[in-house]
């Protein structure tokens, strides 16, 4: 009779579980807040940028950008620079046709970022792939020069452009926004400093030659073409007749 009362008495002398201490808990407590101030900080931060980039973005498809960054850079450095805005409806047609058949070809079938072209590029190891829809937010939104961080941001905001603008606007502002020259931006500026006439009266000759010097604006000239901007013309020239022909026009066009 006196085993169960034993064994009763080892279960009843049975310590207690420990109790974790208040500190741990109010410890992880604290932490989880922190992390929650930090998710949040994340999510209204990146929201704002959002919101902010997209206003932007809607205000230049009504209104025509006043400067660049990288036109007041200039404007510092060189203290004076040649610019005038020039509606679309008032470049000729054969302008807007070179400088898509020189940087752009597949513009009206892409939808801001030509992934053959940059599939293309990484597989030679070598850039390029860059399309005008890219070029113009980069020159109307964000700074020149080779970076990941613009690259990526440039990479982001380009088929928000493309959801806003027009295919013709884009056109438009990148003509205006481009650099021909050492301080010479927009096809106005241009077709004035190199040939003295308006950008309505360009020749197919003439434009493509602006065309040509758009990836080397300081180093070539489009008055006075090197044996390498002639040849360039007269590729430019032959792919602007062909994207005319083919329908790869038409987005910009009409």
């Known amino acids: 009779m006196a085993e169960p009362s034993t064994a009763k008495k080892r279960t009843a002398q049975k310590p207690a579980p420990k109790k974790k201490p208040a500190r741990k808990t109010e410890k992880l407590g604290l932490v989880a807040r922190v992390r929650r101030f930090i998710r949040r900080t994340v999510f209204w931060g990146v929201l704002a940028v959002f919101s902010f980039a997209l206003l932007w973005t809607l205000l230049y498809a009504v209104i025509n950008p006043p400067t660049t960054p990288y036109m007041r850079a200039e404007a510092h450095r060189l203290v004076t620079i040649e610019r005038e805005w020039v509606d679309i409806e008032d470049i000729a047609p054969v302008m807007a046709r070179s400088v898509v058949a020189a940087e752009d070809a597949n513009f009206c079938l892409h939808w801001g970022l030509d992934v053959n072209a940059i599939q293309d590029a990484v597989e030679r190891g070598r ?85 040509a010097i758009l990836p080397a604006p300081k180093t070539r000239s489009a008055s006075n073409p090197s044996t390498f901007t002639r040849n360039r013309t007269a590729a430019i020239m032959s792919g602007a007749a062909t994207i005319a022909a083919d329908g790869r026009a038409e987005c910009f066009e009409n």
């Open 127 to 211: 850039g390029g792939a860059s399309t005008i829809s890219q070029q113009v937010v980069k020159n109307v939104f964000l700074w020149h020069g080779r970076s990941w961080s613009r690259k990526a941001i440039e990479a982001l905001w380009t088929p928000l452009t493309e959801a806003i603008w027009s295919k013709r606007r884009i056109v438009e502002l990148y003509l205006n926004v481009a650099e021909f020259d050492e301080g010479v931006f927009g096809v106005q500026a241009a077709a004035r400093h190199y040939f003295g006439v308006d950008a309505a009266n360009l020749t197919p000759t003439q434009a493509a030659r602006l065309a």
